[in-house]
């Protein structure tokens, strides 16, 4: 029997129903592989791996050699390989239990797979948006925020800007069709601040005057 570990939010990706005038315009999570190979450097571990590699069979080839290459390589591609799996793993765990949200009022990023947590980040306190676009359509949208608030770069990671660890930037990670998520974004976020701020008052209470009789003289 499957069982939706988030089945107790009203909408997905929120930890509440949002309010009558608020709409959401576009839900999404990170590509995995892009995650596995931007966060999790799955490059890199495999480069790593295929050095490794080569060095053990060319040391095997000349003592032994092709047998030799052979018994001394298998065992680090061995570990090459359950280190990719581990990694893809991992990627897509963080992928799956990631929502980003993006409403005519806000951003909201649904996030971890321990310890969940819902950031909710209003139009009016992003001050920047940052696009970093790769190959495939893939990107990075980071969001840098007004005010003095703070936010822990291990509980963000991987969805924040890569090297801000000073100043953490939360970020859309890794999402398909990036560009257009931007796009999408940018325009949400002017229609809304656009739109003029009404403050309601109490009315004021004029006082009543005073009457008395003036004696005419």
């Given at each position: 029997?499957?069982?939706?570990?988030?089945?107790?939010?009203?909408?997905?990706?929120?930890?509440?129903?949002?309010?009558?005038?608020?709409?959401?315009?576009?839900?999404?999570?990170?590509?995995?592989?892009?995650?596995?190979?931007?966060?999790?450097?799955?490059?890199?571990?495999?480069?790593?791996?295929?050095?490794?590699?080569?060095w053990r069979a060319s040391v095997g080839a000349m003592?032994a050699g092709f047998a030799g290459a052979v018994a001394?390589?298998?065992?680090?591609?061995?570990?090459?390989?359950?280190?990719?799996?581990?990694?893809?793993?991992?990627?897509?765990?963080?992928?799956?239990?990631?929502?980003?949200?993006?409403?005519?009022?806000?951003?909201?990023?649904?996030?971890?797979?321990?310890?969940?947590?819902?950031?909710?980040?209003?139009?009016?306190?992003?001050?920047?948006?940052?696009?970093?676009?790769?190959?495939?359509?893939?990107?990075?949208?980071?969001?840098?925020?007004?005010?003095?608030?703070?936010?822990?770069?291990?509980?963000?990671?991987?969805?924040?800007?890569?090297?801000?660890?000073?100043?953490?930037?939360?970020?859309?990670?890794?999402?398909?069709?990036?560009?257009?998520?931007?796009?999408?974004?940018?325009?949400?976020?002017?229609?809304?601040?656009?739109?003029?701020?009404?403050?309601?008052?109490?009315?004021?209470?004029?006082?009543?005057?005073?009457?008395?009789?003036?004696?005419?003289?």
């Amino acid at each position: 029997m499957s069982h939706d570990d988030f089945a107790f939010e009203p909408v997905e990706g929120l930890p509440e129903r949002p309010p009558a005038h608020e709409r959401v315009l576009w839900q999404g999570r990170p590509d995995t592989w892009a995650l596995a190979r931007e966060a999790y450097k799955i490059n890199w571990i495999t480069g790593y791996f295929v050095v490794i590699v080569a060095w053990r069979a060319s040391v095997g080839a000349m003592e032994a050699g092709f047998a030799g290459a052979v018994a001394l390589a298998v065992p680090y591609a061995g570990l090459w390989l359950a280190a990719v799996a581990v990694i893809l793993a991992l990627a897509w765990v963080s992928a799956r239990t990631t929502v980003y949200t993006i409403t005519t009022a806000r951003v909201a990023m649904r996030i971890g797979a321990a310890l969940t947590v819902t950031l909710n980040l209003p139009f009016r306190q992003i001050a920047n948006a940052d696009l970093d676009l790769r190959k495939g359509g893939t990107g990075t949208i980071a969001l840098e925020t007004l005010g003095e608030t703070k936010f822990s770069y291990l509980i963000l990671w991987p969805h924040c800007r890569p090297g801000h660890v000073r100043v953490t930037k939360p970020a859309l990670r890794c999402v398909p069709e990036a560009e257009e998520v931007a796009r999408l974004l940018s325009e949400a976020a002017e229609a809304r601040i656009s739109e003029p701020v009404i403050e309601r008052r109490a009315p004021t209470r004029t006082p009543a005057p005073t009457g008395g009789l003036v004696a005419a003289e």
